[in-house]
């Protein structure tokens, strides 16, 4: 049994998610983790929201509350949207929360005494509009490389070059417009990276079990030379910059930047799950404590990547404390809305809280997961989303579930039946899961969600392969104990595919398995892999015989034109 750390990118408090960032790093974060547990392993799910920076302010501006009410408010919408989704957080914390304030000042500390923070003077655009000093992507203007004349502060969405605010052309405010706007000197801290690049480089040679996105990003920035980052913000709500338990001097009206210490809330929500079910955190996060043999995997879409390759592990390494590194990191690509972004002004797309009152949560899980954004971007239609519901769920799925309960309620009095002898349409099945189960197994290992989610598609279709080889229905007529070994297999089929299913859609999994009297103490996949034809003949007898089931009530209600019609209309789709 493995120890397993995982985390999901934080989503950001600013208003509910869109279906991208549930794709890119929360859902296939969860469905691994069940995934895991399902195979026996020690698994430790930690998520938050991520509270602090000028997002939040403006946002809570714009609804007239306090910052610290606005956040409150959203923290709890968006826990709720993490419940909709069947998102199996073992803890859902927050970045503002005490916990976090306390290990961001300890890791800044530490840095600092070790050299590797320091007091810089920087420029940075104040807007006398707004009031504040600007973030470098709430400054916008012309791209001084390639004349694109709606360049953001940090980068140039028209040539990709990274920039700096400063060296815009024509500088204004992207949150008022005003071109009221003057380029000041201010003191922050700065995280000294540059001198942490070889060490981060070797170590990110020796972790080879990084996907080629992740990794490729790291090396990007590292071959283009890593700068140093400044760790401090002109703002009110944030952490405080302390020293020596008090306020740092000239940092009085500064707080950390929030790129500084999100990632530090993943330990800090641990040390909250710790003390809120009377667990031990250190065992999760210090070589030290007992974490030595716990492997972290983080996931995150492929804008994250840059932090928490390299940002975060400058602080983790460059404390010199013996904390957990991350073993894997899995990014990912956009998902995109036909082709096009998703965006809220537009009115084009699909948000978590929208999504829900649509359809139920399996049905965006189980499209979300089989179109994964891993080796590309990965356009999404409600057309394809139609399509896959009412193929892959309604008709490979439910349709062998319901064919095989309700025939077995019909004929054999809802009892599972004994009799008949084993054939050939017996050992086909077993060939065919006895290589089709170790595949999806290391799929899920692999972290590579849409084979493992085609891959469970293609055995829920071998089961209606069976189902039409072994033909029940027709053997009834002449040999009922022939149609018995058909019903009976195919039952044993259907208790398989609910415990195949629980990690991408955990809500038809549950409904299958209490319709087929699983319990719950055998809904694992603790297989036997050194003999998978034993373990797959086991499986297909695994039922008790005489045992009562019932056919669950419709598991898949298929998606109508005329839905996809209004919802094309109320969310802009089909379009660029």
């Avoid at 000041?184 to 070889?198: G, V």
């Avoid at 493992?452 to 089961?463: D, Q």
Wanted: aromatic share 12%; hydrophobic share 40%.
């Amino acid at each position: 049994m493995a120890r397993i750390l995982i985390t999901s990118a934080l989503p950001y408090i600013n208003g509910v998610k869109h279906l991208g960032n549930l794709a890119g790093s929360m859902l296939p974060a969860d469905v691994y983790a069940r995934a895991m547990r399902l195979m026996g392993h020690e698994v430790l799910y930690i998520c938050a929201t991520d509270e602090h920076g000028t997002p939040a302010e403006l946002a809570a501006a714009k609804e007239g509350l306090k910052v610290e009410d606005y956040c409150d408010k959203m923290h709890e919408v968006q826990a709720q949207s993490g419940a909709d989704f069947k998102l199996s957080f073992d803890y859902f914390g927050r970045s503002s929360a005490p916990s976090n304030h306390k290990l961001t000042q300890h890791f800044a500390e530490v840095l600092e005494a070790n050299g590797l923070i320091d007091e810089r003077v920087s420029k940075q655009v104040y807007s006398h509009a707004d009031g504040r000093y600007l973030p470098d992507r709430y400054v916008e203007g012309t791209c001084p490389n390639c004349g694109y004349e709606a360049a953001r502060g940090d980068q140039c969405d028209n040539c990709d070059r990274l920039l700096d605010p400063v060296d815009l052309i024509d500088p204004y405010s992207a949150v008022s417009g005003s071109k009221d706007v003057e380029i000041r000197d201010t003191n922050h801290l700065y995280l000294k990276q540059s001198d942490m690049a070889d060490r981060l480089r070797a170590w990110i040679d020796s972790s080879t079990e990084w996907p080629s996105l992740a990794k490729s990003i790291s090396y990007k920035w590292l071959d283009e030379g890593l700068q140093d980052r400044a760790i401090t913000r002109d703002l009110d709500w944030g952490i405080p910059v302390m020293k020596d338990g008090k306020p740092r001097p000239g940092f009085e009206n500064k707080v950390f930047y929030v790129w500084f210490d999100a990632p530090i809330e993943y330990i800090a929500a641990t040390q909250d799950w710790a003390e809120a079910n009377n667990e031990n955190w250190e065992r999760w996060w210090r070589k030290d404590k007992g974490a030595e043999d716990v492997t972290y995997v983080e996931f995150m879409g492929k804008d994250n990547v840059a932090f928490h390759a390299l940002s975060f592990p400058t602080t983790i390494i460059g404390s010199g404390e013996p904390w957990t590194l991350v073993d894997k990191i899995k990014a990912f690509n956009w998902v995109t809305w036909y082709d096009g972004k998703f965006s809220t002004s537009n009115n084009r797309g699909i948000f978590m809280d929208q999504a829900i009152e649509l359809a139920p949560s399996d049905y965006w899980r189980w499209v979300l997961t089989a179109n994964a954004p891993e080796g590309s971007d990965a356009p999404f239609t409600l057309e394809d989303f139609q399509g896959r519901v009412n193929s892959d769920l309604a008709n490979v799925l439910g349709n062998f579930v319901n064919r095989i309960t309700k025939y077995t309620v019909g004929k054999f009095d809802g009892k599972l039946p004994d009799g008949g002898e084993w054939g050939e349409a017996e050992d086909w099945i077993v060939d065919e899961l006895a290589t089709r189960l170790p595949a999806l197994m290391e799929y899920y290992e692999k972290m590579q969600f849409r084979k493992a989610a085609a891959e469970t598609r293609a055995i829920w279709a071998a089961g209606n392969e069976y189902l039409t080889q072994a033909a029940p229905w027709t053997h009834y007529k002449t040999n009922v104990d022939q149609a018995a070994i058909g019903t009976r297999v195919g039952l044993n089929l259907v208790a398989l595919f609910g415990i195949l299913a629980q990690p991408i859609i955990p809500d038809a999994a549950a409904k299958i398995l209490d319709a087929i009297g699983v319990p719950e103490k055998n809904r694992t996949w603790k297989f036997d892999r050194e003999d998978w034809k034993a373990c797959v003949s086991d499986i297909l007898d695994a039922l008790p015989r005489g045992m009562e089931i019932k056919a669950p009530d419709v598991l898949f209600t298929k998606i109508e034109d005329d839905q996809v019609a209004a919802w094309v209309e109320r969310f802009g789709g089909g379009e660029g």
